[in-house]
């Protein structure tokens, strides 16, 4: 496959911010733009962590790619696992379809998560990265908590206690979810069994939580934990994990059935092969244009990519808001190109870093240091991440359920539906 001579053939690796972004910005571009993507929606995940906790279905947070595109008839979209690129020969493989050959190329496949090496973590920590991995946190806590009911013996051995690793947004969010589910719902649902025995505790390596905020948004954010009854350990760092112990470094051993892992990131694996120079994490170097040294018709967006911001000269964080505002530049510098015109420089409108707690609970640090915490906080939150959700309709979805859940505390969806049975 390849573009059919007529016009240039534009190849989009991944539908998350930053691909979703990179098409919109070729909106008008005289060009065939293929947007190729290993699964058939496109993922909010700034929101995973409340599927994970039931606040939401997982169809506010999934949205279908090519709903998306109906409106661009200049746009095709593929489902299909990238396997193999080759810069010099432009051309790309796919796990499930014949090779495409392009003539520029939009690199936006993110992120992995990253469990340096800790001992156990791979086969039993519970990452919050992806759709499924929130699924299957729900579904394994919803059946730690049935299997605690019917032998209430698995609740001395640590069933229904939760470790969360990580103090940075991934960790908090999902410490502050994860209380609200088990003191407001399982509370209810499981009467006999004291919350006491349900411990949630949220182990940070360094001497604070939110290493990027204020030392007041990092005060906040503790006290709420723990007024939400979430034990927060910091200057703890895991060492190694089995199904029902995860051990620290300072020898501490808890008992834990469920180790949630938000602790770190690492750029896709395909970024290591392509013989480039990278940065921290694996993430590709970018130039200001967003385009890699030495590959003018190839660019690194979002998550995989080491941004360095024009305006302040800082490296950007692995954030939605950065990855949908470098694809859509990166797209649109594409556009430009193809008309004969100079790239442009990519300059980030920063409209402040911000992360929940929990319900009327948030922080917000703005670019010149003003900061905001409370229901106000959460407002702005809410404001700034509906607006990253891709369609109305999902804004729409994800204003109902939240509101609903805000009204009732009600989190409808605690059951579980097993496919495999008649
Ligand atoms: C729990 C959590 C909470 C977060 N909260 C916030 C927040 O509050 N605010 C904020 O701004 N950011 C937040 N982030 C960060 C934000 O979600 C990411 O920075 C953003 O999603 C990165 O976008 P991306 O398009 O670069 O990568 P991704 O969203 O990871 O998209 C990559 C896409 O590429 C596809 N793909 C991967 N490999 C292949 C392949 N080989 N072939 C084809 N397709 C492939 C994937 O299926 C995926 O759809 C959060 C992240 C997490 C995990």
């Known amino acids: 496959m390849g573009s059919n001579g007529s016009k240039p053939l534009v190849m ?16 008008h571009a005289d060009a065939d733009v293929v947007l190729v993507d290993g699964h058939d929606y496109h993922t909010f995940q700034p929101l995973i962590y409340q599927v994970a906790t039931d606040l939401l279905a997982p169809s506010v947070v999934g949205h279908p790619i090519r709903d998306l595109f109906h409106e661009q008839p200049n746009v095709a979209v593929h489902q299909a696992t990238a396997e193999k690129l080759d810069l010099e020969s432009r051309q790309v493989q796919f796990a499930e379809m014949e090779p495409i050959t392009y003539d520029q190329l939009v690199l936006a496949m993110g992120a992995r998560v990253n469990f340096f090496g800790v001992e156990g973590a791979q086969e039993h920590a519970f990452p919050m990265y992806t759709l499924p991995d929130a699924m299957r946190i729900r ?89 939400r009854g ?36 690492q750029a896709h694996p395909l970024a290591a092969s392509l013989g480039l120079d990278l940065q921290k994490g694996d993430r590709i170097p970018v130039g200001p244009d967003l385009s890699v040294a030495g590959h003018p018709e190839v660019f690194a967006v979002g998550d995989i990519a080491w941004i360095t911001d024009t305006g302040t000269e800082e490296v950007l964080p692995q954030l939605g ?25 990519f300059v980030y409108k920063d409209k402040g870093t911000m ?32 607006a990253l959700l891709a369609k109305g309709e999902d804004r729409a979805k ?3 359920e939240w509101t609903w859940a805000g009204f009732t505390h009600e989190r409808s969806g605690r059951i579980t539906v097993h496919t495999d049975e008649e």
Not at 150 to 168: E, H, S
Not at 324 to 345: T, V, Y
Request: glycine share 12%; aromatic share 6%; proline share 4%.
């Open 355 to 386: 992360a929940t707690i929990g319900r009327g609970a948030a922080v917000v640090q703005f670019h010149g240091g003003r900061t905001m915490t409370g229901k106000k906080a959460s407002l702005a939150w809410g404001a700034v991440h509906l």
């Open 398 to 400: 994800a204003v109902v």
């Open 321 to 345: 808001s950065v990855a949908l505002q470098s694809g859509e530049h990166a797209g649109e510098n594409i556009a430009r190109m193809i008309e004969g015109k100079k790239p442009k420089p």
């Open 139 to 227: 579904e394994h806590v919803l059946a730690k908590w049935q299997a605690s009911d019917r032998d209430p013996r698995l609740v001395d051995d640590g069933a229904l206690n939760v470790v969360i690793v990580g103090g940075g947004p991934t960790g908090v969010e999902s410490a502050g979810a994860m209380a609200e589910l088990y003191r407001a719902n399982f509370a209810k649902d499981y009467p006999q069994i004291p919350q006491e025995k349900a411990r949630l505790i949220l182990v940070e390596g360094s001497a604070s939580l939110f290493s990027m905020f204020k030392p007041r948004l990092q005060k906040y954010a503790k006290d709420a934990l723990e007024k």
């Open 230 to 265: 979430v034990e927060v350990l910091l200057g703890e760092v895991v060492q190694s994990v089995t199904p029902t112990r995860v051990t620290l470094k300072s020898g501490t051993e808890l008992e834990a059935h469920t180790l949630v892992w938000g602790a770190g990131l």
């Open 12 to 27: 989009i690796l991944g539908g998350g911010f930053a691909g979703i972004g990179a098409a919109q910005g070729l909106k």
